[in-house]
């Protein structure tokens, strides 16, 4: 098919993107690289030896991305474009829901003008808010705690409506737990910039000497060793499930949000060991106060993605750790 991804440049396109183009399908990223940059789409190419059509863009112009869909006239749009870091939604909601919630309307506006009906979108476990029960189901109350979590909750709903009002439409919409890893071959991966906010770029970045130690953002929780525990996903099991995502939707009509997550958990501190064991470095750490936000677990109701989309997770803690050392060993200052 012919796929418009929206912010294809980026940690979870890159790696979608190259397993599109591995399954053949057409693709052309619309990217303003406000978080990324087109050396990974570069990298993308030669991993899958084939080409990807690149417009620089924000998804806000609909000029700039009208063009694309006349250009390309896709069949499907995956729609990962917008600003993702919870701690800065709080201090900008207004860049949150100008860039996710505007730019998502105007995609779906260009959507309907160009007769395109099909949509797989980037949501969060974080629509949750704080988990009245685990694992967690799709059916579970959302009520996301924060900024960022709001602007993908209003984007579900808008796309909800949307579906709704366009006979013969399909809506996906993927609730990621916590994607990590890199791909195999240690070209792309995760390349946070500053420091990074999440807890993996933050191991990988101490294992190779960017940063002294990591900080354990509490150790008295209820968890089995007190520190924060969660669902985390392997990134190419995700884009995996991109692709399980376009094929259902080619064939489906409706709206659904699925979970993308393994149904296993790890804490701060397994995770630490896993990358001590895959990189054969020591990880220092210290234990802080609790982060400010946080919960104590997050695990997956993984079922309906397999009952729906006959996708699984295959990959294990063993396999993100290893995969994030290959790839931030051989590019240490990221891209
Ligand atoms: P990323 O920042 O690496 O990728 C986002 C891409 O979108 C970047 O290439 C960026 O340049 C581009 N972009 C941002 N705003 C844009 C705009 N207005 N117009 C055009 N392009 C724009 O982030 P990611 O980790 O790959 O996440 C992709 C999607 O998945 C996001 O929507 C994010 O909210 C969602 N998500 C991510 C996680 C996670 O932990 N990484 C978890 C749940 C959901
Ligand atoms: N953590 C640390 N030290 C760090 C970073 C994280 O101890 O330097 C801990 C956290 O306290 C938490 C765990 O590691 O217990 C995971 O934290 P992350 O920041 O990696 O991930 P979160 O679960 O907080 O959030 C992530 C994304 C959100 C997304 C959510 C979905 O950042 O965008 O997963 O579950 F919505």
Known sequence: MR???????????????????????????????????????????????????????DIRDGAALGASFAEFQPEIVVHFAGLKAVGESTEKPLDYYSQNVSGSLELLRLMTQHGCKRIV?????????????????????????????????????????????????????????????????????E????????????????????????????????????TGERDYIHVEDLARAHFAAITYAAKSHGCEAINIGTGKSATVLEMVKAFEAASGRKIPYQIVDRRAGDVARMVADAGKAEALLGWKARLTIADMAATTWNWQINNPDGY
């Open 191 to 226: 390349d946070p910039m500053g420091i990074p906010n999440n807890l993996f770029p933050y191991i990988a970045q101490v294992a190779v000497g960017r940063r002294p130690h990591l900080n354990i953002f509490g150790a008295d929780y209820d968890t089995r060793d007190g």
């Open 3 to 57: 796929v418009l991804v929206t912010g294809g440049a980026g940690y979870i396109g890159s790696h979608t993107v190259l397993q599109l183009l591995r399954e053949r399908h057409e693709v052309l990223v619309y990217d303003n690289f406000s978080n990324s940059a087109p050396e990974s789409l570069r990298r993308v190419k030669q991993l899958a030896n084939a080409d990807v059509a690149l417009r620089e863009g």
């Open 121 to 189: 979108f980037s949501s969060s476990a974080t629509v949750y808010g704080d988990a009245h029960y685990l694992p967690i189901d799709e059916s579970h109350v959302l009520q996301p705690t924060n900024p960022y979590g709001r602007t993908k909750h209003f984007i579900e709903e808008i796309i909800r409506d949307w579906s709704a009002s366009v006979p013969g439409s399909c809506a996906v919409l993927l609730r990621y737990f916590n994607p990590v890893g890199a791909d195999a071959s240690g070209r792309i991966g």
